[in-house]
């Protein structure tokens, strides 16, 4: 079976717009987090998000692409450039058919919804008084979720595989697990995946808030992403895309390419329980995770680092908890954890992406970022387990394995190795 690695890496996160600023970010502890800027949320229960900052879309892209993108598809196509780039990749001196991407985005473009719903409902009148609706030709395009994908591929002539992924907070997950698999298979040598969301609208906030799915920590934006904490009352938006270049061995190695780490197994399950609500002992979760191990050809006592989904929720946590004890035990010997989100927010489709992007260079660098704002653990979670909280950790990392978990009952696992 052919291995498959990941020889360029690209970010766009709230902790910084490439993927040295975002892992320096990481490592130190930072918050993302701060007051809603993209609209006025004042009437809204929550006041922050975990916004992109500075981005400008004009440095990566022309006017007829920003013209005719959705926020999230800019986001994609700035962090597929930076993995691209990273990567040394020369496209021109390759099979089109054999490169492909594969993107994944949980709610597509949703500001150009509102936007063009809102003109629709206020717009024009016709001569004789009648509502004219007027739609810009772009609407469906900017749209929908799989232009990211689609942009991509024309921008850099990738002509094989191409599609998008959505499966909630696990499309990123997904999308590499499908690239991992095309790319065993001989379906293609080079796969772009990741994914982007843009999810800090008002159709967004208000539906999370009405389902109090959301931080309503006005008062304290940066603490207000706490994983496991006592405290906790919901995760924090937030926005950004993450980018992988994931490439058949044989033909990294051929080219002399940098690699990162080995994408070395994946695997998705189903809850089957409930809609918004993950499996309240973890049994989907569970089995992903050893299913995912069996992929790689991994025993659990070779995980050294696991990224939690650890979104801030009451019952999302301990549902977690109760997966990862059920396949590690209470008391891991060597297993580090930690939940990002607590500085990131939860990118929904993009989160996975950033996550796995975490995970590779805890590999490269030996250290572990820590989960930050988790004052007063939980005391239904086992002190005997290792969540790294306050600070990072130099620690050697030969494996990593990133969890993901979606509205819907889906769950997504990767599994990262040392090369």
Same mark, same amino acid.
């Given at each position: 079976?052919?291995?498959?690695?990941?020889?360029? *890496?690209?970010?766009?996160?709230?902790?910084?717009?490439?993927?040295?600023?975002?892992?320096?970010?990481?490592?130190?502890?930072?918050?993302?987090?701060?007051?809603?800027?993209?609209?006025?949320?004042?009437?809204?229960?929550?006041?922050?998000?975990?916004?992109?900052?500075?981005?400008?879309?004009?440095?990566?892209?022309?006017?007829?692409?920003? &013209?005719?993108?959705?926020?999230?598809?800019?986001?994609?196509?700035?962090?597929?450039?930076?993995?691209? /780039?990273?990567?040394?990749?020369?496209?021109?001196?390759?099979?089109?058919?054999?490169?492909?991407?594969?993107?994944?985005?949980?709610?597509?473009?949703?500001?150009?919804?509102?936007?063009?719903?809102?003109?629709?409902?206020?717009?024009?009148?016709?001569?004789?008084?009648?509502?004219?609706?007027?739609?810009?030709?772009?609407?469906?395009?900017?749209?929908?979720?799989?232009?990211?994908?689609?942009?991509?591929?024309? &921008?850099?002539?990738?002509?094989?595989?191409?599609?998008?992924?959505?499966?909630?907070?696990?499309?990123?997950?997904?999308?590499?697990?499908?690239?991992?698999?095309?790319?065993?298979?001989?379906?293609? /040598?080079?796969?772009?995946?990741?994914?982007?969301?843009?999810?800090?609208?008002?159709?967004? *906030?208000?539906?999370?808030?009405?389902?109090?799915?959301?931080?309503?920590?006005?008062?304290?934006?940066?603490?207000?992403?706490?994983?496991?904490?006592?405290?906790?009352?919901?995760?924090?938006?937030?926005?950004?895309?993450?980018?992988?270049?994931?490439?058949?061995?044989?033909?990294?190695?051929?080219?002399?390419?940098?690699?990162?780490?080995?994408?070395?197994?994946?695997?998705?399950?189903?809850?089957?329980?409930?809609?918004?609500?993950?499996?309240?002992?973890?049994?989907?979760?569970?089995?992903?995770?050893?299913?995912?191990?069996?992929?790689?050809?991994?025993? /659990?006592?070779?995980?050294?680092?696991?990224?939690?989904?650890?979104?801030?929720?009451?019952?999302?946590?301990?549902?977690?908890?109760?997966?990862? *004890?059920?396949?590690?035990?209470?008391?891991?010997?060597?297993?580090?954890?930690?939940?990002?989100?607590?500085?990131?927010?939860?990118?929904?489709?993009?989160?996975?992406?950033?996550?796995?992007?975490?995970?590779?260079?805890?590999?490269?660098?030996?250290?572990?970022?820590?989960?930050?704002?988790?004052?007063?653990?939980?005391?239904?979670?086992?002190?005997?387990?290792?969540?790294?909280?306050?600070?990072?950790?130099?620690?050697?990392?030969?494996?990593?394995?990133?969890?993901?978990?979606?509205?819907?009952?889906?769950?997504?696992?990767?599994?990262?190795? &040392?090369?």
């Amino acid at each position: 079976m052919k291995r498959v690695v990941v020889t360029g *890496i690209g970010a766009i996160t709230p902790l910084g717009n490439d993927p040295a600023s975002y892992w320096t970010q990481l490592k130190a502890g930072v918050s993302g987090a701060g007051p809603i800027t993209h609209f006025n949320a004042a009437a809204f229960k929550t006041h922050f998000a975990c916004e992109v900052k500075q981005f400008d879309p004009s440095a990566s892209l022309d006017r007829n692409e920003i &013209k005719r993108t959705d926020l999230f598809t800019q986001y994609a196509l700035a962090a597929a450039g930076q993995a691209i /780039k990273d990567s040394g990749l020369d496209f021109s001196k390759m099979d089109p058919f054999d490169t492909g991407v594969i993107w994944g985005s949980g709610q597509g473009g949703m500001a150009t919804f509102e936007e063009q719903v809102r003109e629709y409902a206020t717009g024009a009148t016709a001569p004789g008084g009648e509502l004219q609706p007027r739609f810009s030709p772009f609407f469906v395009p900017k749209l929908i979720a799989n232009m990211a994908s689609g942009m991509i591929s024309i &921008k850099y002539g990738l002509m094989g595989i191409n599609y998008t992924t959505v499966s909630a907070c696990s499309t990123s997950n997904t999308a590499f697990m499908d690239a991992l698999n095309y790319i065993r298979l001989g379906k293609a /040598k080079v796969i772009v995946a990741g994914g982007s969301e843009a999810p800090v609208t008002e159709a967004s *906030i208000g539906g999370f808030n009405s389902m109090k799915a959301l931080s309503t920590r006005n008062d304290d934006p940066q603490g207000a992403s706490r994983p496991f904490d006592v405290s906790r009352d919901g995760f924090v938006m937030g926005e950004g895309a993450g980018a992988l270049i994931l490439e058949e061995y044989e033909h990294a190695r051929a080219r002399g390419a940098h690699i990162y780490a080995e994408l070395a197994g994946a695997a998705m399950t189903a809850d089957a329980y409930h809609m918004t609500s993950t499996h309240p002992e973890g049994a989907g979760a569970r089995r992903a995770m050893t299913d995912a191990l069996k992929d790689a050809g991994l025993n /659990k006592e070779e995980v050294d680092y696991l990224n939690v989904h650890a979104t801030s929720t009451p019952v999302g946590d301990l549902s977690e908890i109760n997966a990862v *004890i059920s396949v590690f035990g209470e008391a891991p010997s060597g297993l580090t954890i930690s939940a990002t989100k607590s500085m990131t927010g939860h990118l929904l489709g993009a989160a996975g992406a950033i996550e796995a992007i975490a995970c590779i260079l805890s590999i490269r660098d030996s250290v572990i970022p820590p989960t930050i704002n988790t004052r007063e653990l939980d005391p239904a979670i086992p002190r005997s387990l290792n969540i790294l909280l306050g600070e990072a950790v130099d620690h050697p990392v030969q494996v990593a394995m990133s969890n993901t978990f979606g509205f819907g009952g889906h769950n997504g696992i990767v599994v990262f190795k &040392k090369i």
